[in-house]
């Protein structure tokens, strides 16, 4: 048991306005003990206490969604996510691949992410990526490019032979790999030592301790026996709530790894290790189609200029196959988290969920048909949705999805129909950063200076317009969103806190995508306080 913690002189975020005033927090057993004005309360002597001075505390917030591994691998990489075309793409991997080989760093694949090829002029290739290593002296380099969205990998002649083939896995004529295949590529190039992937995760949570994250659900695609439940029984075990930085983990399991886990006990919301409550079982992940960016997003509307049995996307899973998969899950203890795109996937899940109990989660859910908005509520299904993915799938989805972008993203049609959000980045899809969740849904176009990360803006160099505005949330909504739920610091709820440096509900603050985080505490225990 920690010692209890005395939070002086905080300031409230609070939607309803009901706390005026300075007030003391006490944190104690893991829970908020007491909320009281700081003029009535006293220091007993036994807490560790901290003035805030007037700090903005609000409760802590969650990232609903994230790829843990392959985030804290992402940092390493090469960024061509700001690629236009696949030649400028590929220029990025002849420009890194000089560099290094000047620089004499280590060879092996040259990883690369974040491409968006939905709207490039020209195809890639695998000859182009050749063509950029042969430039820069080193033909025989193996270059991996992985899409932003994680549903696509473009590969050289020699990752296709070094990397996919011991695999099973052959790239298409432009050396493309899709969905599962993709995975498998990924899967394969997060094989890097044990002691150093746990010290990069262990490092991304540090950082997103620092953004006032106190809890993630991790969704890490693995090939490890028993699946990314067991690694953090492992990592849990092996260095205890050191391996999260002091953070709290929800790890789901895929439907190939469900066998083995429910075989090693794993029940949903039960510690994973003994003696380590913070890291706990998530949710079974199960993918039913692909994405936007990738054309697979399974849609009741063909794509553009598509015919034939893919015109509309790709089901992974049928509605029998899909509902048998979640009632096996939950007679073993573990809720449903499935990942639906398109508004066919979403439909399809929705039917799954209903058929087995309702209740669970809905992943993504970008594309929702107009009859399908009130399910959410009725099933009391929750919408785990990723904000910062409407600043980049905008254009491509005014192509793809012409005619039906009102209903993209559609936040604010899912809250007045009485669902319950959950917000999340994807990462690394997105930054892990609930600051830039917020922005996104809050203003519904790229926050700061014109975008997320100063690439993206109008002609002009402004920011672009709102894209629907009217299925913008507001600041306290997203905020609920980001805390389970939770809109302001109350007795009896779990001590995990955030304090900011200013109130995220006053005008422009949410939407700006940056808030200054000057205390993150989980479990009564503080994660993050930068020296003053």
Not at 10 to 34: F, I, K, N, Q, Y
Not at 319 to 341: K, N, Q, S, W, Y
Request: with cysteine.
């Amino acid at each position: 048991m920690s010692t209890p913690l005395l939070l002086r002189r905080c300031r409230l975020v609070d939607p309803a306005r009901t706390h005026e005033g300075l007030v003391d927090v006490l944190l104690d057993g893991g829970v908020v003990a007491s909320v009281a004005p700081s003029t009535t309360t006293t220091a007993s002597g036994s807490e560790q206490v901290l003035d805030l001075e007037g700090r903005w505390l609000l409760p802590g917030l969650w990232d609903e969604h994230v790829h843990l591994g392959q985030w804290a691998l992402v940092r390493r990489r090469l960024d061509v996510s700001g690629a236009a075309s696949a030649a400028e793409a590929a220029a990025a991997v002849g420009a890194r691949a000089a560099a290094e080989r000047d620089g004499a760093a280590a060879a092996g694949v040259l990883v690369g992410y974040g491409f968006r090829d939905g709207l490039w002029p020209h195809a890639p290739s695998a000859e182009l990526l050749d063509d950029a290593v042969a430039a820069a002296g080193d033909p025989r380099r193996p270059v991996v490019l992985v899409s932003a969205d994680l549903h696509c990998a473009w590969l050289s002649t020699a990752a296709a032979q070094e990397v996919a083939a011991p695999l099973g896995v052959v790239p298409d004529t432009t050396g493309l790999v899709r969905e599962e295949a993709a995975f498998a590529v990924q899967r394969a190039l997060g094989r890097v030592g044990q002691a150093e992937l746990d010290a990069a995760v262990a490092d991304a949570l540090a950082e997103a301790a620092a953004r006032g994250v106190v809890g993630v659900v991790d969704l890490e695609m693995t090939d490890a026996l028993g699946g990314t439940a067991a690694v953090w029984a492992r990592r849990a075990g092996a260095a205890g709530a050191a391996a999260s930085a002091g953070l709290r983990v929800e790890a789901g399991t895929y439907p190939q790894h469900l066998q083995e886990a429910l075989a090693a006990g794993v029940r949903g919301g039960q510690p994973l290790a003994t003696g380590q409550p913070l890291v706990v079982a998530g949710p079974l992940k199960v993918i039913t189609d692909g994405s936007l960016n990738t054309r697979t997003a399974c849609c009741l509307d063909p794509y553009p200029g598509r015919t034939g049995p893919s015109s509309r996307g790709d089901l992974a899973w049928p509605l029998e196959a899909l509902t048998a998969l979640v009632r096996r899950g939950r007679a073993g203890g573990l809720e449903p988290a499935v990942h639906a795109i398109g508004d066919a996937a979403v439909r399809v899940a929705l039917d799954a969920l209903a058929a087995s109990g309702g209740g669970g989660r809905v992943e993504h859910a970008q594309l929702v048909a107009d009859d399908d908005v009130a399910r959410f509520a009725a099933l009391g299904t929750t919408a785990s949705v990723q904000p910062a993915h409407l600043l980049d799938d905008r254009d491509v989805a005014e192509v793809h999805w012409r005619g039906r972008t009102g209903r993209a993203f559609p936040l604010r049609a899912l809250l007045d129909a009485g669902a319950r959000l959950a917000l999340g980045s994807d990462a690394p899809v997105a930054a892990l950063d609930p600051w830039l969740a917020v922005a996104a849904a809050v203003a519904r176009t790229d926050p700061g200076d014109g975008s997320a990360d100063g690439s993206r803006g109008t002609a002009g160099g402004g920011p672009r317009p709102p894209w629907h505005p009217e299925q913008a949330i507001t600041p306290a909504e997203a905020l609920a969103a980001s805390a389970r739920g939770r809109s302001v610091v109350a007795v009896g709820d779990p001590a995990d806190v955030v304090a900011l440096e200013a109130d995220p509900l006053a005008d422009g603050v949410a939407a700006s995508g940056a808030a200054r985080v000057w205390l993150t505490v989980v479990d009564g225990r503080v994660v993050h306080h930068p020296p003053s």
